[in-house]
Nanobody, 114 residues
């Protein structure tokens, strides 16, 4: 069993930055990879970024070059550094940890004002 908790959301002006954190606890040795997703009002949840156990990363086209996912293995924490934020980045951001099952956090709200 894995428990996932996100933090770091908030209100920021367009062009600003935020850093989200995701802490995993429980049977963390079984985690294969972790990822960030987001869901805007009235839209489906969408992939943002992922990081595999070996450290390789993948990004959605809409955030590539602006967002960076990283991991602090010793602290079982994954970060999402978000720069040059746009109003269309406004969403609830969710962290997912994958073993043979997906474990989701409760989400953290990011609001970007124009």
């Amino acid at each position: 069993q894995v428990h996932v908790v996100e933090s770091g959301g908030g209100l920021v002006q367009a062009g600003g930055s935020l850093r989200l954190s995701c802490i995993a606890s429980g049977t963390i040795f079984s985690i294969n990879h972790m990822a960030w997703y987001r869901q805007a009002p009235g839209k489906q949840r969408e992939f943002v970024a992922s990081i595999l156990g070996g450290g390789s990363t993948n990004y959605a086209g809409s955030v590539k070059g602006r967002f960076t996912i990283s991991r602090d293995g010793a602290k079982n924490t994954v970060y999402l550094q978000m720069n040059s934020l746009k109003p269309e980045d406004t969403a609830v951001y969710y962290c997912k940890a994958t073993t043979r099952t997906d474990y989701w956090g409760q989400g953290t709200q990011v609001t970007v004002s124009s």
